[in-house]
């Protein structure tokens, strides 16, 4: 393995479990056995290593996305694609990457995916314009056809809370554990997928706020 491929593999697992902000450069340096030279040398500043790391995940996950929507089109034919398979089409690949690799390190990438939608730095939005935009404004347009009586307003609240949705159970999955006691299987990513898709979409079906809704 190349040294600019173990700073990758590094990076990427340190990130996953402290996050952006918390980690070092002396973090990864001492992960990957190479010298801070060696980082300045293949990716200048910590910013540019973070978007090495995810631009490399992030294209796979959406190239997989894209691939699943267009699918899920077709079989739709003339009429709408229905809400859930659109839904599995943007959670599925962000859940099942790394699968077939060692379990920690699939749990990792899982958890740096989700750091992306939950993380508010500037450099972050910059990522997301340019790896994530074009994709989730695809998403957007088969979403709206789906839910073609839904307000634009009550349409981005919803899907504002299914994407905070996807990204707390991708970084603290773990946590349901503990919560749940050991009841809930979260180490099996199809039981999460279904969970997550049958949670979300029924949020997107709800009544409107003002509708039967009393918060008081």
């Known amino acids: 393995m190349s040294t600019k491929d173990r700073i990758l593999d590094s990076a990427e697992k340190i990130f996953a479990r402290k996050g952006f902000d918390a980690t070092s450069l002396r973090d990864i340096t001492g992960e990957a056995r190479v010298n801070l030279a060696a980082v300045n040398y293949h990716f200048q500043t910590k910013e540019s290593l973070i978007t090495a790391v995810l631009a490399r995940r992030l294209d796979e996950v959406n190239a997989r996305r894209l691939e699943m929507l267009e699918d899920c089109i077709k079989r739709a034919g003339s009429a709408s694609p ?30 740096l995916l989700g750091r992306v939608y939950a993380e508010p730095e500037r450099w972050i939005e910059d990522i997301f314009e340019q790896h994530l935009q074009p994709v989730a404004e695809r998403f957007i347009s088969v979403l709206r056809r789906s839910l073609p009586g839904l307000p634009d307003q009550e349409f981005f609240w919803r899907l504002h809370f299914g994407i905070g949705a996807m990204a707390h159970t991708m970084i603290h999955l773990h946590l349901l554990d503990r919560l749940s006691g050991g ?34």
Request: charged fraction near 20%; charge should be neutral; glycine fraction near 8%.
């Open 82 to 111: 229905r809400l859930e398979a659109v839904l599995e089409a943007f959670y599925r690949p962000p859940l099942e990457v790394g699968l077939g690799e060692n379990p920690e390190l699939a749990m990792a990438i899982t958890r």
């Open 183 to 216: 009841w809930c299987n979260t180490k099996d990513y199809r039981l999460v997928l279904r969970q997550m898709v049958t949670f979300v979409a029924a949020g997107f079906r709800a009544a409107m706020v003002g509708e039967g809704v009393n918060l008081s």
